[in-house]
């Protein structure tokens, strides 16, 4: 069996494992909005066993560390093998990225039931979580890039841009864990207004829920001037189908996520909502991620 053959089987299993961490983080989201997240007042043990009696909202988060248990094997797995075969230094790097962002994970997951779900310790507990997930993403991208086609050399604005872009989604994920973790999101019961004004305070819950609009507004304006750049610019030379097929999913992405966000508000934070608007910013990540390396690391 060839090195490459290898490695290819080595990227489905990240798939895999990317999956099945966008399902985790999914229903760590679906805990926390259907307030499940103490059901187990105990850490690890579960009212002091390892499977707990059944109950509806007990099993809401005892599937949920079970999952996330075996999250961590396979990723576990997937990083000795990383580390032992013959794959690019980058995909080392994210290894050991991602084994330290699993350790911390883990106690930000004990912390969050034993400082009783604090606010800022919940929203660690996504962002750490976020970060793990993108340590598995780059592992996976940078074999990607290895294996794929070169590309020819992206204008350097096209670069900036795609560098610059998973920060301010990071940043807006943040900012939205501060928001559901404190339960700022109910605080405006209109949309574009909030109570009746564009900007009743900058601060306490409803500044949050303002800054969290506007980072959107600002987010969403720049990838569609982005993918309006990218347009004009289709029949360039350096224009490649991953480049423009991936800035069409993510322009698509955008606007369902702006449209889930405004109908969150309006419906008044209905869970199943809350869980899909936090799963597309982890597919919104995703995308920009790809976009990174297909714009950047593929260059000559």
Request: proline letters at 4%; hydrophobic letters at 55%; glycine letters at 8%.
């Amino acid at each position: 069996m060839t090195a490459q053959s290898n490695e290819r089987k080595f990227i489905i299993a990240l798939r895999i494992l990317l999956v099945m961490i966008v399902g985790l983080m999914a229903l760590g989201a679906g805990v926390r909005v259907n307030n499940a997240g103490l059901s187990c007042p105990d850490w690890p043990l579960c009212y002091g066993k390892v499977i707990p009696d059944y109950h509806p909202v007990v099993w809401f988060e005892f599937v949920h560390r079970a999952y996330a248990g075996l999250v961590a094997l396979l990723f576990l797995g997937c990083a000795i093998y990383a580390w032992r075969s013959n794959v690019p230094k980058a995909v080392k790097r994210a290894a050991v990225a991602g084994s330290i962002f699993l350790f911390f994970q883990i106690a930000m997951g004990a912390l969050t039931v034993l400082l009783l779900v604090k606010a800022l310790v919940v929203t660690m507990h996504l962002m750490l979580a976020t970060f793990f997930f993108l340590s598995v993403l780059w592992m996976h991208e940078s074999l990607m890039t290895r294996l794929g086609p070169k590309s020819e050399l992206v204008p350097s604005g096209v670069r900036v841009f795609v560098g610059v872009l998973p920060i301010g989604i990071l940043v807006q994920m943040f900012i939205g864990g501060l928001v559901a973790s404190t339960y700022a999101g109910s605080v405006c019961v209109d949309w574009p207004l909030c109570n009746g004004q564009w900007v009743p305070t900058w601060t306490g819950a409803i500044g949050l829920q303002i800054i969290h609009r506007f980072v959107a507004y600002g987010l969403a304006l720049g990838i569609l001037c982005y993918a309006t750049v990218m347009h004009f610019a289709r029949h360039s030379k350096w224009m490649s189908d991953q480049l423009k097929y991936t800035t069409l999913a993510l322009m698509i992405l955008v606007f369902v996520q702006v449209a889930i966000g405004v109908a969150n508000l309006l419906m008044f934070i209905p869970p199943s909502l809350a869980v899909l608007h936090q799963s597309i910013a982890v597919l919104l990540l995703t995308l920009s991620m790809r976009l990174f390396f297909v714009a950047r690391a593929r260059n000559p």
